[in-house]
C-alpha cells in the first residue's frame, strides 16, 4: 500500500457541488499539506498541519477548508466549487523529527479535480 | 517577480549528455533547497536536497548552491531517456523555528526531454 493515499483520483463535478478530497498516510508523520498544481505555475500550497491541533493556511487558502481527523488523516475541502479550482491536488506529509529532512515531502498520487 | 523562477523548458537534451537546470529564490534567509523530479502525471519525487554552499553529488545528479546570488542549479550527467521529466525547484522559505518553517516555495519546474 502506498504510504500516502488519496481520494478520489479523479472527481468531476459541476459548479457549486460541495467536494472532499481525502488523504491518509501510514509513515507517522506530523506534518501534512494540501497543494494544487495548475500548467505554468507549479505547486502552491493551500493548507498545512503541523499537528491534530495545529492548522494554517497557506498561499491560496481562499475557497478550501480542511479538517486534520487524526494524525494520519487530513481532508480539503471545496464548499462550494468553481471551473478555476479545476487542478491537480496534491496531499504530501513530511517528518518533524529529522531536522535535515523537516521539509522533505512525500507525495500522494494526487487528486484530478474537474469542475465544470 | 516569482519566489522561485525556473526555465519553463523543454530542455532537450542528447542522450549521453549533461542537463543543466536552474533555478533562482528572492528570499534571502532560504534555508534548504530541493529537487523534485515529476513524471507526466504523476507525484514529485524527491531527488536531491542541499543546504550548504557548494556542490553534493549523488549518483548521476549534481546539486550545486550559491546562497550569496540565490542560485541553485542541478545537473545530471550522462542523461538517459528514463530522465525526461520535468524537474522541480523547491526552497524553505524561513528559518527554523519560525512560522515558515516547513513550508516549502516550488517554482514551475522544468520539462527536460532526453532524445535517443
Known amino acids: 500500500d502506498a504510504d500516502v493515499t488519496q481520494t478520489p483520483r479523479n472527481r468531476i463535478t459541476k459548479t457549486g457541488k460541495r467536494i472532499m478530497l481525502e488523504c491518509s498516510q501510514t509513515k507517522g508523520h506530523d506534518r501534512m499539506y494540501w497543494y494544487r498544481q495548475d500548467p505554468g505555475l507549479g505547486l502552491r500550497l493551500i493548507y498545512y498541519s503541523f499537528d491534530v491541533k495545529d492548522i494554517n493556511k497557506g498561499e491560496i487558502s481562499d475557497g478550501y477548508s480542511v479538517s486534520r481527523q487524526a494524525q494520519a488523516k487530513f481532508s480539503l475541502s471545496l464548499e462550494s466549487a468553481i471551473p478555476n479550482q479545476t487542478a491537480l491536488y496534491f496531499c504530501a506529509t513530511s517528518d518533524p523529527l529529522n531536522r535535515a529532512g523537516a521539509n522533505v515531502l512525500t507525495f500522494g498520487a494526487g487528486s484530478r479535480l474537474t469542475v465544470l | 517577480q516569482k519566489e522561485v523562477e525556473q526555465n519553463s523548458g523543454p530542455l532537450s537534451v542528447p542522450e549521453g549528455a549533461i542537463a543543466s537546470l536552474n533555478c533562482t529564490y528572492s528570499?534571502?534567509?532560504?534555508?534548504?533547497f530541493f529537487w523534485y523530479r515529476q513524471y507526466s502525471g504523476k507525484s514529485p519525487e524527491l531527488i536531491m536536497s542541499i543546504y550548504s554552499n557548494g556542490d553534493k553529488e549523488d549518483g548521476r545528479f549534481t546539486a550545486q548552491l550559491n546562497k550569496a546570488s540565490q542560485y541553485v542549479s542541478l545537473l545530471i550527467r550522462d542523461s538517459q531517456p528514463s530522465d525526461s521529466a520535468t524537474y522541480l525547484c523547491a526552497v524553505n522559505k524561513g528559518r527554523v523555528q519560525t512560522d515558515s518553517w516547513g513550508k516549502l516555495q516550488f517554482g514551475a519546474g522544468t520539462q527536460v526531454v532526453v532524445t535517443p
Open positions: 528570499d534571502r534567509v532560504s534555508q534548504s
